[in-house]
């Protein structure tokens, strides 16, 4: 994804413009039958947690006083502009809770994914979805996505601390693609954690300008994409935002 400024000068000040997303593919890239193992496994990384004794499969049980701790640690990292029924919701999210999170496994699977990668995910998939590859992979004869959370946790527990390698890169490479994916389309985390989405002590900028984003997703065409601009830089950091600012003021068209 890449930034275009242009010299139209702009007065938004420090709210961002919405960025759009690429669109999902066209072609769904796991069945239904994959989208399940996956979901399971995402939700034993990122479980929900209830008070009550709940879905087995779908939450993960705490005893009250276990959940009434967490609930008041989590008011006080918060604040107390936290609403309970925040903290509520935030336990029980699961990383599957929203659609956002399963429309970025397909973009990632679509278009971030080399196919190396992404048919060695599929092939663990399929198999965990059948009683050999599960008993093979996990210990038991039931496919991963029909344990409860509870049994999936121990799976990826003993995953962790196999002394098969491709079992310990297995574990490493599922947790941190759920845990990623999860901060970034999580509704209650930032509200959890205080971290605004508008910085909210900024300064409005009095000479701003007007940009917009490209979505460059990989793309099999026989013919490169072509934009036409007059500086590219690279990196958007301190250095590279400055010299865009300059640049578009100067009347320049700028690809950061």
Same mark, same amino acid.
């Given at each position: 994804?890449?930034?275009?400024?242009?010299?139209?000068?702009?007065?938004?000040?420090?709210?961002?413009?919405? +960025?759009?997303?690429?669109? !999902?593919?066209?072609?769904?890239?796991?069945?239904?039958?994959?989208?399940? +193992?996956?979901?399971?496994?995402?939700?034993?990384?990122?479980? #929900?947690?209830?008070?009550?004794?709940?879905?087995?499969?779908?939450? %993960?049980?705490?005893?009250?006083?276990?959940?009434?701790?967490?609930?008041?640690?989590?008011?006080?990292?918060?604040?107390? #502009?936290?609403?309970?029924?925040?903290?509520?919701?935030?336990?029980?999210?699961?990383?599957?809770?929203?659609?956002?999170?399963? !429309?970025? +496994?397909?973009?990632?699977?679509?278009?971030?994914?080399?196919?190396?990668?992404?048919?060695?995910?599929?092939?663990?998939?399929?198999?965990?979805?059948?009683?050999?590859?599960?008993?093979?992979?996990?210990?038991?004869?039931?496919?991963?996505?029909?344990?409860?959370?509870?049994?999936?946790?121990?799976?990826?527990?003993?995953?962790?601390?196999?002394?098969?390698?491709?079992?310990?890169?297995?574990?490493?490479?599922?947790?941190?693609?759920?845990?990623?994916?999860?901060?970034?389309?999580?509704?209650?985390?930032?509200?959890?954690?205080?971290?605004?989405?508008?910085?909210? %002590?900024?300064?409005?900028?009095?000479?701003?300008?007007?940009?917009?984003?490209?979505?460059?997703?990989?793309?099999?065409?026989?013919?490169?994409?072509?934009?036409?601009?007059?500086?590219?830089?690279?990196?958007?950091?301190?250095?590279?935002?400055?010299?865009?600012?300059?640049?578009?003021?100067?009347?320049?068209?700028?690809?950061?």
């Amino acid at each position: 994804m890449a930034a275009v400024t242009s010299n139209t000068g702009d007065t938004t000040g420090t709210n961002p413009p919405p +960025i759009p997303l690429p669109p !999902n593919p066209e072609q769904d890239p796991l069945t239904a039958e994959q989208w399940s +193992i996956l979901a399971a496994i995402a939700d034993t990384v990122v479980p #929900s947690f209830t008070s009550s004794m709940g879905n087995r499969l779908l939450q %993960h049980p705490l005893r009250t006083e276990v959940y009434d701790t967490a609930r008041n640690r989590i008011a006080q990292i918060a604040g107390a #502009s936290t609403g309970s029924d925040v903290i509520t919701t935030y336990l029980g999210e699961s990383a599957t809770s929203t659609p956002e999170f399963r !429309n970025a +496994i397909s973009r990632l699977l679509g278009y971030g994914m080399d196919e190396t990668s992404r048919s060695g995910l599929l092939t663990i998939l399929n198999a965990l979805n059948t009683r050999a590859g599960a008993l093979l992979l996990t210990g038991y004869v039931t496919p991963l996505d029909c344990l409860p959370v509870a049994d999936r946790e121990k799976v990826l527990q003993n995953w962790a601390s196999s002394r098969i390698p491709i079992l310990r890169d297995l574990y490493r490479s599922l947790t941190t693609l759920s845990m990623i994916l999860w901060i970034r389309t999580s509704p209650t985390l930032g509200l959890v954690l205080g971290y605004p989405r508008v910085p909210i %002590h900024g300064t409005p900028s009095k000479d701003s300008y007007a940009f917009r984003f490209l979505q460059i997703p990989r793309t099999i065409a026989a013919e490169p994409m072509v934009i036409e601009t007059d500086v590219v830089i690279v990196g958007s950091g301190c250095g590279g935002a400055v010299a865009a600012k300059t640049l578009a003021e100067a009347g320049l068209r700028v690809l950061v």
